[in-house]
C-alpha cells in the first residue's frame, strides 16, 4: 500500500506539471527474458520487464519494474519484484533537482521489502541522445528495509543512481546501470544493484537484450548470501509517440 502512495504521489506530480504543456513526450518498452540465477539460490525462471518515461521540456517522470518467477524443485513458487521511479524538474539544465525511489520484494533473497526514498538532484554531462547519455544523481531520504529473519531497519538514507549509454554501432548499444542504497545510523545496511546489458536491434521496434546483474547487500543475514547474480537473455519490445 505504501508503495501504491508512493507511485500516485509521483503520478500526480507528474500530471500537474505535463497538464501545462504541449510537447507531452511517451516512451515505454516491455521484455520477457530468460533468467540464470546464481548465489542464493542456482535456479532458471522467467523475468519480465516494464519502463515508461513521461517528459515536457522542463520535467520527466520515469518509472521501470521488474518481476521475476522462479519454480524451485519443482515445487515451490517464488516471487521477486522490484521497481525504482524518480521525477525530475528543470531538467534542460545540467544540474536539476529531483526526487526518487526504490521499492521492492524478493523471497529468493528472503527479502520481505526494501524501500528507499527521498529528494536530491541529478547531474547529466553528456547526452548527445537516448542512446549516448551519462548521468549521475544522488537522493536522501528514508528506508525501511526487512529480511525474512531480521526486524524491519527504519532509518535516514542516501540514494544513489548511475546511467550510461553508448553506441557500439547503428544497430547495437551498450548500457550500463548502478543504484545503490546506504543507511545513515547502521553501516551493515547498504547495497548495490550493478546492471550491464547489450541492446540489439531486430527490427524498428524489436530489440535482443543480454543483461548481467550483480546484486550486493552487505548485511550478514542467515542463509542469505550477500553475492547474487542474474544473467538475462530475452526481447524488448518499444514503443513512443
Known amino acids: 500500500m505504501k508503495f501504491f502512495y508512493i507511485v500516485l504521489i509521483f503520478f500526480l506530480g507528474a500530471a500537474e506539471s505535463y497538464a501545462i504543456s504541449d510537447t507531452l513526450k511517451l516512451a515505454a518498452n516491455v521484455a520477457l527474458m530468460g533468467s540464470k ?23 520527466s517522470t520515469t518509472m521501470n519494474v521488474t518481476y521475476s518467477y522462479l519454480n524451485v524443485e519443482d515445487i515451490t513458487v517464488l ?77 535516514s538514507a542516501l540514494g544513489t543512481i548511475a546511467t550510461f549509454k553508448t553506441p557500439i554501432n547503428e544497430a547495437v548499444y551498450f548500457e550500463w546501470n548502478l543504484k545503490t542504497y546506504h543507511s545513515f545510523t547502521d553501516s551493515e545496511y547498504w547495497g548495490a544493484n550493478n546492471n550491464i546489458s547489450l541492446v540489439v536491434n531486430l527490427v524498428k521496434e524489436l530489440n535482443l537484450r543480454v543483461s548481467h546483474n550483480w546484486l550486493y547487500n552487505d548485511k550478514t543475514v542467515p542463509m ?11 526481447v524488448q519490445y518499444n514503443f513512443k509517440n
Not at 542456482?42 to 518515461?53: A, D, I, K, P, R
Not at 531538467?91 to 524501500?115: C, D, T, W
Not at 528495509?145 to 527504519?154: D, M, N
Open 37 to 59: 540465477q546464481t548465489g542464493n539460490l542456482n535456479q532458471v525462471g522467467l523475468t519480465s520487464e516494464f519502463g515508461m518515461h513521461l517528459s515536457s521540456v522542463k520535467t
Open 224 to 234: 542469505v548470501k550477500k553475492v547474487n547474480t542474474l544473467l538475462l537473455v530475452g
Open 79 to 155: 516471487n521477486d519484484f522490484w521497481s525504482n521511479a524518480d521525477f525530475r524538474f528543470h531538467q534542460e539544465h545540467k544540474v536539476y533537482p529531483l526526487v526518487a525511489m526504490f521499492y521492492g520484494f524478493a523471497h529468493s533473497y528472503r527479502i520481505n521489502h526494501a524501500l528507499v526514498t527521498g529528494a536530491g538532484a541529478g547531474w547529466t554531462p553528456v547526452k548527445k541522445s537516448d542512446k549516448k547519455l551519462l548521468e549521475l544523481s544522488a537522493f536522501v531520504g528514508y528506508m525501511n528495509f526487512e529480511f525474512q529473519t531480521e526486524q524491519a531497519h527504519k532509518s
